[in-house]
């Protein structure tokens, strides 16, 4: 097993998540099971382990389901990014007060930093900016193929591709326009089909 796909490896699941988030309009449990195997087909995720404090040969898999979601709060497996490294990963979803519901797939930095050494201490110092579009352009256009995988399973309303991608950006405040500078990757539905716009910054 390489170090970027262990569980237990030292600072692996640290330094926060790179993510595809994807907005539902509808929160129906049936619309996110959906989705989430979509998403670990559509991403080729292998595993799916509720405990990150044990390798996976060390425990039993959980169901790919909502109501493991909903018990576990995460499900955790790994996954070959560009590159060809595996890495850890894991998604967990959120349920807003105002109805809407999100899925987030995430590969923590720790262990992209351990398949990548390019990415160094991103996002912080000379590690973030516009100089660490050179790696993600690659791993964000993956994402944007998971999240066109998950679309044509179940159409979601937005998706957002980036590090830690603020909570303040939903379809609504977007309302069909991608700003001109951005710092996330954005995937939205245009006749019917998710139009992906990279990251410029």
């Keep these: 097993m390489t170090t970027s796909a262990s569980f237990t490896a030292q600072g692996n699941w ?3 998540f790179y993510e595809l988030t994807m ?22 995720i292998v595993g799916c382990h509720a405990d990150r404090h ?3 040969a060390d425990q039993a898999e959980v169901p790919c389901t909502v109501a493991s979601l909903e018990e576990f ?19 967990f979803a959120t349920l ?22 390019r990415i160094g201490g ?21 994402l944007a193929l998971v999240g066109a ?3 044509d399973e179940v159409g979601f309303v937005l998706g957002l591709i980036g590090f830690e991608v603020d909570a303040g950006i939903d379809a609504a405040s977007v309302a069909g326009q991608v700003p001109d500078q951005r710092w996330e990757g954005y995937l939205l539905p245009v006749d019917g089909l998710p139009r992906y716009t990279p990251a410029n910054r």
């Design 122 to 142: 991103f996002p912080f110092g000379d590690h973030g900016g516009p100089e660490s579009l050179r790696w993600r352009r690659d791993l964000d256009a993956w």
């Design 149 to 151: 995988a998950v679309f």
């Design 14 to 16: 640290d330094g926060g």
């Design 54 to 56: 044990r390798e996976p």
């Design 23 to 44: 907005e539902f309009d509808d929160p129906a449990d049936a619309v996110l099971q959906r989705a989430l195997t979509a998403l670990w087909r559509g991403a080729g």
């Design 96 to 117: 807003l007060d105002d109805g809407g519901r999100w899925l987030t797939f995430y590969l923590p930095t720790g262990a992209l930093v351990e398949a990548d050494e």
């Design 73 to 91: 709060g995460h499900l955790r497996g790994t996954v070959v990014v560009p590159g060809g490294h595996r890495v850890v990963c894991g998604v």
